[in-house]
């Protein structure tokens, strides 16, 4: 009878997880980018967040810009309307659009079961502002496209822009997210849909500022919409400098917001 001894440590030994799989996280990187591409993708397919972020900023450059409601001042009102509407596509997105999805994400718990996966908090942070940005961007070459089209000629510098919409995105995205983070989520839906009513009328977007009495406009001044449309509109109409008073009022509120969401912001 033969028997066969098992075979030693050293004979057969192969290196741990050669044949097996080796489960881990993705790169950090690849994750952000991966949740920021799914961010952008449910925005995209959510009929109301369209509504919201492209037809009604179109809707209000094209109809106020071709009839004469509002009295925009001198010159033609398309000059007047277009740094407006795109503070208006900075508003929509990255404060009313993004507290409304982050509200009821953190109500059905999809918020709780990010957070327990290997995405840090700061990187879905990070990917929901990326999908932000996407989505602005897309606003800003819609927008522009359509305001050629009526007869836009804008003036001064790209770099100015640029600051201005990068700022007034930080600035709106904290308030939103502290909007988002300590209300309910009616709550936030009905005050983020206020909130976008109230600044499209007395935030100088379509109606300007200096057509409100002289201790309203002071106030409306130091809003962050009527210093993103104010200083788009010193750059891009009147081929202004540097806005800088308008930039520190967006850092100033960019700054209160983000730390405050930082602070108050809950997840479940």
Same mark, same amino acid.
């Given at each position: 009878? @033969?028997?066969? $001894?098992?075979?030693?440590?050293?004979?057969? $030994?192969? %290196?741990?997880? @050669?044949?097996?799989?080796?489960?881990?996280?993705?790169?950090?990187?690849?994750?952000?980018?991966?949740?920021?591409?799914?961010?952008?993708?449910?925005?995209?397919?959510?009929?109301?967040?369209?509504? #919201? %972020?492209?037809?009604?900023?179109?809707?209000? +450059? &094209?109809?106020?810009?071709?009839?004469?409601?509002?009295? %925009?001042?001198?010159?033609?009102? &398309?000059?007047?309307?277009?740094?407006?509407?795109?503070?208006?596509?900075?508003?929509?997105?990255?404060? =009313?659009?993004?507290?409304?999805?982050?509200? /009821?994400?953190?109500?059905?718990?999809?918020?709780?079961?990010?957070?327990? $996966?290997?995405?840090?908090?700061?990187?879905?942070?990070?990917?929901?502002?990326?999908?932000?940005? *996407?989505?602005?961007?897309?606003? &800003? #070459?819609?927008? =522009?496209?359509?305001?050629?089209?009526?007869?836009?000629? !804008?003036?001064?510098?790209?770099?100015? *822009?640029?600051?201005?919409? *990068? +700022?007034? @995105?930080?600035?709106?995205?904290?308030?939103?997210?502290?909007?988002?983070?300590?209300?309910?989520?009616?709550?936030?839906?009905?005050?983020?849909?206020?909130?976008?009513?109230?600044?499209?009328?007395?935030?100088?977007?379509?109606?300007?500022?200096?057509?409100?009495?002289?201790? &309203?406009?002071?106030?409306?001044?130091?809003? !962050?919409?009527?210093?993103?449309?104010?200083?788009?509109?010193?750059?891009?109409?009147?081929?202004?400098?540097?806005?800088?008073?308008?930039?520190?009022?967006?850092?100033?509120?960019?700054?209160?917001?983000? @730390?405050?969401?930082?602070?108050? /912001?809950?997840?479940?």
């Amino acid at each position: 009878m @033969t028997t066969t $001894s098992a075979p030693s440590a050293s004979s057969g $030994s192969t %290196t741990p997880g @050669t044949y097996a799989p080796d489960p881990g996280a993705a790169p950090l990187p690849r994750m952000i980018g991966a949740q920021a591409a799914l961010e952008t993708k449910m925005l995209l397919r959510n009929g109301e967040q369209l509504l #919201l %972020t492209v037809v009604i900023p179109t809707l209000l +450059l &094209v109809l106020f810009s071709s009839v004469d409601i509002v009295d %925009t001042g001198a010159g033609r009102a &398309v000059d007047f309307l277009a740094p407006g509407i795109l503070a208006l596509a900075v508003l929509s997105t990255a404060f =009313t659009g993004q507290a409304i999805a982050t509200g /009821f994400e953190r109500r059905y718990g999809v918020l709780k079961r990010l957070a327990s $996966s290997p995405l840090p908090r700061w990187g879905l942070m990070t990917a929901k502002t990326l999908s932000v940005l *996407v989505t602005e961007i897309l606003q &800003v #070459l819609l927008l =522009t496209v359509i305001a050629f089209a009526l007869g836009w000629h !804008p003036h001064g510098d790209p770099v100015a *822009v640029v600051l201005l919409l *990068v +700022l007034g @995105t930080a600035a709106f995205s904290g308030l939103g997210l502290l909007m988002a983070g300590t209300l309910k989520a009616e709550a936030t839906l009905a005050a983020a849909n206020l909130v976008f009513l109230l600044l499209l009328v007395g935030g100088g977007v379509i109606v300007p500022l200096d057509k409100f009495p002289p201790a &309203v406009q002071d106030a409306l001044g130091l809003l !962050p919409i009527a210093a993103l449309s104010d200083g788009l509109r010193d750059v891009l109409q009147h081929g202004a400098g540097m806005p800088w008073a308008d930039l520190g009022i967006l850092a100033a509120w960019a700054v209160v917001g983000l @730390t405050a969401a930082g602070r108050f /912001f809950r997840w479940e």
